[in-house]
């Protein structure tokens, strides 16, 4: 699979591919929306596992070229739509027709200060909640979610408390968290978090996933899942 990406604009991280392979995919039956799509990495990944139906929606023009362009190199126009547009304009746009999976990798900087911002507006966007926040994202996600449907979503460690109380109160129960740890020794730097609209009280935590071993070289399960 081949990805058009630049270092000047967008270029995806090991937070997408974890995404795409901790989300519950629909695989015979069902309908999938990515928010905060980027250059369509999430989507691409995501098709590889399952013949589903995917939209994806990006605030950013050049991103959303980006992922058009990367869409037809890999001939996947028939199963993945991109959209330009705001995730938060998306379910007037939808209306009544929902997701059974919603997935985002959103901004994961809540920056009140310019001061902090990358000098870079393209990567502002995609780093720090200047286009949107972390409850827009999670109220648009629950109304394109159906009841039953799940919403997934990769983030950082410190903000859990956040994102599971926005969950609740947006009507996304949460059901399975995951954290990532670059080894171990070290503190988790990603969050997965699976969700079910209007789904029971039960938070399932898995294992701890680790990038690296003790040696510095990827581990078995990382390459795994990337190869």
Request: aromatic share 8%; hydrophobic share 40%.
């Amino acid at each position: 699979m081949r990805i058009i990406q630049s270092p000047s604009v967008f270029s995806y991280s090991i937070d997408a591919v974890l995404l795409a392979h901790f989300s519950s995919l629909p695989k015979t039956r069902g309908k999938i929306i990515d928010l905060c799509s980027g250059n369509g990495v999430v989507p691409l990944l995501m098709s590889r596992y399952t013949s589903q139906p995917i939209d994806a929606v990006e605030i950013q023009p050049r991103l959303y070229d980006m992922a058009v362009r990367s869409i037809e190199l890999n001939g996947k126009q028939n199963q993945i739509t991109m959209r330009l547009g705001d995730l938060k304009d998306m379910p007037a746009m939808y209306k009544n027709d929902k997701f059974d999976l919603v997935t985002v990798n959103p901004p994961y900087f809540d920056t009140p200060s310019g001061d902090h911002y990358n000098l870079n507006e393209h990567l502002t966007i995609a780093r720090h909640e200047v286009m949107t926040t972390l409850e827009m994202v999670i109220e648009s996600a629950s109304k394109l979610t159906k009841s039953g449907g799940k919403m997934a979503l990769v983030h950082r460690p410190d903000r859990l408390v956040d994102i599971l109380s926005l969950m609740r109160q947006y009507k996304l129960e949460p059901k399975r968290m995951q954290l990532v740890y670059p080894r171990q020794g070290k503190e988790a730097n990603i969050l997965l978090v699976e969700a079910v609209r209007d789904g029971r009280k039960a938070l399932k935590v898995l294992p701890p996933f680790y990038v690296f071993n003790g040696d510095g070289q990827y581990t078995k399960e990382y390459l795994q899942l990337v190869y």
